[in-house]
């Protein structure tokens, strides 16, 4: 078995943000919560479901973590695979073998439902699989078999490795983010899937949910705590 000890998530309703700061942490990098969440844009987004389903804060494009997350100091190499695509047994291959040379290296790991749809942070692995740390696991769990990664309802797979980078100056990191956010918002196409609405389209779609009676009662306090935390770090980071 291999380990990087201490390696952890940091519990966040952002599972994939508390997991990029658990990898910042165990790698030294001094990036608050607030300048992580407001540099990669996460916090000012939105993005809702017709029915403000549970999918909403995770069922986009975020892409942008790591492009706008190379301007606070961080690098990321990925794998990615859908259950409905052909060669996914190759994928799920490449994203073990991918882990595995990681964690050789001292590099920290997080990867997409390793357990319920939460991001989860991979701080070690064994013959059989993976061992990991995130959302109804603090602590960490595992093994969890590299050949069940994303075979699931859900159906993708989705694992990274995160390395230390050239942080941008503030003035770059700044810009970077409100244009992103203001893209986001304004021109979504890219960024969002069919049924789901960001920017101000996303909270007529919650208010228009709500009147309807059809807003599912799970995802209303999901959704809330998610964009609520997204709020608050806004504000920090502005």
Same mark, same amino acid.
């Given at each position: 078995? @291999?380990?990087?000890?201490? +390696?952890?998530?940091?519990?966040?309703?952002?599972?994939? +943000?508390?997991? &990029?700061?658990?990898?910042?942490?165990?790698? /030294?990098?001094?990036?608050?919560?607030?300048?992580? $969440?407001?540099?990669? =844009?996460?916090?000012?987004? &939105?993005?809702?479901?017709?029915?403000?389903? !549970?999918?909403?804060?995770?069922?986009?494009?975020?892409? *942008?973590?790591? @492009?706008?997350?190379?301007?606070? /100091?961080?690098?990321?190499?990925?794998? $990615?695979? *859908?259950?409905?695509?052909?060669? $996914?047994?190759?994928?799920?291959? +490449?994203?073990?073998?991918?882990?595995?040379?990681?964690?050789?290296?001292?590099? !920290?790991?997080?990867?997409?439902?390793?357990? &319920?749809?939460?991001?989860?942070?991979?701080?070690?692995?064994?013959?059989?699989?993976?061992?990991?740390?995130?959302?109804?696991?603090?602590?960490?769990?595992?093994? #969890?078999?590299?050949?069940?990664?994303?075979?699931?309802?859900?159906?993708?797979?989705? *694992?990274?490795? +995160? @390395? !230390?980078?050239?942080?941008?100056?503030?003035?770059?990191?700044?810009?970077?983010?409100?244009?992103?956010?203001?893209?986001?918002?304004?021109?979504?196409? #890219?960024?969002?899937?069919?049924?789901?609405?960001? /920017?101000?389209? =996303?909270?007529?779609?919650?208010?228009?949910?709500?009147?309807?009676?059809?807003?599912? /009662? $799970?995802?209303?306090?999901?959704?809330?705590?998610?964009?609520?935390?997204?709020?608050?770090?806004?504000?920090?980071?502005?």
């Amino acid at each position: 078995m @291999k380990k990087l000890e201490n +390696l952890r998530w940091v519990p966040r309703w952002v599972s994939h +943000l508390g997991c &990029i700061k658990g990898c910042l942490d165990y790698l /030294g990098l001094d990036v608050s919560d607030a300048w992580l $969440f407001g540099a990669t =844009g996460h916090a000012f987004v &939105i993005n809702v479901h017709e029915v403000v389903c !549970p999918s909403g804060p995770t069922a986009w494009n975020t892409a *942008m973590l790591f @492009k706008l997350g190379k301007n606070i /100091g961080y690098e990321i190499d990925s794998v $990615f695979g *859908m259950k409905s695509a052909d060669g $996914f047994a190759e994928k799920q291959k +490449l994203a073990w073998e991918h882990v595995k040379a990681a964690i050789d290296q001292g590099l !920290p790991c997080y990867g997409w439902e390793l357990d &319920i749809p939460e991001y989860y942070v991979v701080c070690g692995y064994d013959d059989t699989g993976y061992y990991f740390s995130g959302p109804g696991c603090d602590e960490g769990k595992g093994p #969890k078999p590299w050949q069940e990664l994303g075979d699931t309802e859900i159906g993708v797979l989705e *694992m990274y490795s +995160l @390395k !230390p980078g050239q942080a941008a100056d503030d003035v770059q990191t700044v810009k970077e983010a409100l244009a992103f956010a203001l893209e986001h918002a304004t021109s979504p196409a #890219k960024w969002i899937f069919p049924k789901y609405k960001a /920017g101000l389209a =996303g909270y007529d779609t919650w208010i228009r949910a709500l009147e309807s009676g059809t807003a599912d /009662g $799970f995802g209303m306090a999901y959704n809330a705590a998610v964009w609520q935390e997204c709020r608050g770090y806004a504000v920090l980071f502005l």
